[in-house]
């Protein structure tokens, strides 16, 4: 798995030639270019390239990517399991303690014999880039430091312009904009509300706008409400800053954020990792970045014998929120881009 080199790829740039590998934030405001992934956890790992350059994502290869066949998936909390998690997030609504909480679960499928040591990431990115086109696709490829991440992620986390920073939180998810709900609505402002709070807290006073507010947008098999954020960063106040007061992302949590994250550790039953994180570039030289919510999100874990594959979904619970539909929404988030992995596009309609 070592003899993969180094890689890293983000709206058409590819990056190599490794320099340097931190966990400290700080460095992303010192100079080069700068890959990030964020765990949802905690983890960060920060990755310094010395070779970027444009270079369009490759078109699929014929059996360079050999993902695990449709039935090998299993999910960390069943149909029943998750239909009463979004029950019990109810009860804590109904309790007072938090307004929605995103409860997720977790995917996994192990990688077909023969194939864990090749199996390459940046193979499975052209496959989505063709089967599931996303605007904050991309690639992480450091396999000695456990991060092998293709993203289809729609959802911007935090983009930055010299001072200017903007987040395009995602709430509310249908297969067409018809299927959307009031209940869809009300849980975008509730998470526009946290992101204006949480950039708060680094940009300076006033200077926080919500120029969009529950556009639809389409993407492939489904359609979503996105806002848009926007504010200036105090002075003083830079990369360290604005992922301490914004992370874990809002839109993946809920509101308020520390009550919603107690509800996640009670109900999930395992750690999401890359999923749910932040994963994107950063040019600390041009005072530029873009991170991507980590959702759409596959990644490989090499701790299990033999090498597992990936993939987060979940849903946003509020007090209106049908236990059944929220299982159907992970289901429809998941389905077109399990198909894509395991080498199925056709039957990127079915459910898992």
Not at 65 to 94: C, F, K, M, N, Q
Not at 139 to 158: F, N
Not at 164 to 176: D, F, L, Q, Y
Not at 300 to 309: P, S, T, W, Y
Request: hydrophobic share 40%; proline share 8%.
């Amino acid at each position: 798995m070592h003899d993969l080199p180094p890689l890293a790829r983000f709206g058409g740039l590819v990056a190599t030639d490794l320099r340097d590998v931190t966990s400290d934030p700080e460095a992303l405001d010192s100079s080069g270019f700068w890959v990030v992934a964020a765990d949802f956890e905690g983890r960060l790992t920060c990755a310094r390239f010395g070779d970027v350059r444009p270079e369009p994502v490759p078109a699929p290869v014929p059996g360079r990517w050999r993902g695990p066949a449709a039935g090998d998936w299993t999910s960390s909390l069943d149909r029943e399991a998750y239909t009463a998690g979004v029950r019990r997030v109810r009860e804590h609504i109904a309790a007072g303690e938090v307004y929605q909480a995103n409860l997720c679960r977790v995917l996994s499928a192990p990688l077909p014999p023969g194939t864990a040591d090749g199996a390459d990431v940046d193979a499975l990115t052209a496959l989505l880039a063709r089967g599931n086109p996303a605007p904050f696709a991309g690639t992480i490829r450091l396999p000695a430091h456990g991060v092998e991440i293709a993203t289809a992620s729609p959802e911007l986390y935090l983009r930055r312009d010299g001072r200017t920073v903007e987040s395009g939180p995602i709430k509310g998810t249908g297969r067409t904009a018809e299927d959307l709900l009031e209940k869809d609505h009300a849980e975008n402002v509730m998470i526009v509300d946290l992101v204006r709070n949480d950039l708060g807290r680094v940009c300076a006073t006033g200077s926080v706008t919500v120029p969009r507010l529950c556009a639809v947008e389409p993407h492939p098999g489904l359609v979503h409400l996105v806002s848009t954020v926007r504010g200036e960063l105090a002075p003083g106040e830079g990369w360290a800053g604005l992922l301490g007061a914004t992370f874990p992302p809002g839109s993946v949590t809920g509101a308020p954020k520390s009550s919603a994250l107690r509800i996640i550790e009670e109900l999930e039953t395992a750690p999401r990792g890359p999923y749910c994180g932040g994963v994107g570039w950063v040019d600390a030289d041009r005072r530029t970045g873009e991170l991507a919510v980590g959702i759409r999100t596959f990644w490989i874990d090499r701790r299990e014998r033999g090498g597992v594959l990936r993939f987060g979904t979940g849903a946003g619970i509020t007090w209106g929120s049908d236990p059944e539909r929220e299982w159907q929404e992970t289901e429809l988030k998941a389905a077109r881009l399990l198909a894509v992995a395991s080498g199925d596009h056709e039957a990127s309609g079915r459910t898992i």
